[in-house]
T-cell receptor, first 116, second 111 residues
């Protein structure tokens, strides 16, 4: 199993450009998440999905859109990139136990994005 | 909204010294998870605590969940250079809801 994979690993954008980050998981997990990580601020949730065809806003959703057309994929889009979106982006996936407690989150290797 | 605060932000220790990081929530948590992120890497799950007052051990690591389920701690005994990284706690307010991560504690170990 590859676990959670992310593409690309690195990207440099100019202000105003758009791009899509792809996350794929092969663990048949229901839940998928997009986080951004900035120095001293931990991991902040951007958007998440509790199943195929569903998405929901997280803590910092502005400037981002997501889609979950297939269970194994979760896409994060930046329509018009801004320097404030320079960050490391992590995708994660998890399952829901029968007890109702969400299982551990498995993280991808991250995408390092710089917006000039 | 729910806040999870973690202290200290940074900790420098000599190899062999002990290390503790603390996690505090503004609200009662359903459960709490701990993750470790090596420099340049991604967060990796360490453990989940669910019960009030729960204590779990993994070799030199001891995890505690407070009686009121509002705080937690991670203690490492006799640190090694392999312990270097950032340790995150992540709390869940209710079963099934999303996790809120603390800011993390960055540990450096001098050999």
């Amino acid at each position: 199993n590859a676990g959670v994979t992310q593409t690309p690993k690195f990207r440099v954008l100019k202000t105003g450009q758009s791009m899509t980050l792809l996350c794929a998981q092969d663990m048949n997990h229901e839940y998928m998440y997009w986080y951004r990580q900035d120095p001293g601020m931990g991991l902040r949730l951007i958007h998440y999905s509790v199943g195929e065809g569903t998405t929901a806003k997280g803590e910092v959703p502005d400037g981002y859109n997501v889609s979950r057309l297939k269970k194994q994929n979760f896409l994060l889009g930046l329509e018009s990139a801004a320097p404030s979106q320079t960050s490391v982006y992590f995708c994660a996936s998890s399952n829901l136990r029968a007890s109702g407690i969400t299982d551990t989150q498995y993280f991808g290797p991250g995408t390092r994005l710089t917006v000039l | 909204g729910q806040q999870v605060m973690q202290i200290p932000q940074y900790q420098h220790v000599q190899e062999g010294e002990d290390f503790t990081t603390y996690c505090n929530s503004s609200t009662t948590l359903s459960n709490i998870q701990w993750y470790k992120q090596r420099p340049g890497g991604h967060p990796v799950f360490l453990i989940q605590l669910v019960k009030s007052g729960e204590v779990k051990k993994q070799k030199r690591l001891t995890f505690q969940f407070g009686e009121a389920k509002k705080n937690s701690s991670l203690h490492i005994t006799a640190t090694q250079t392999t312990d270097v990284g950032t340790y995150f706690c992540a709390g869940r307010k209710t079963s099934g809801s999303r996790l809120t991560f603390g800011e993390g504690t960055q540990l450096t170990v001098n050999p």
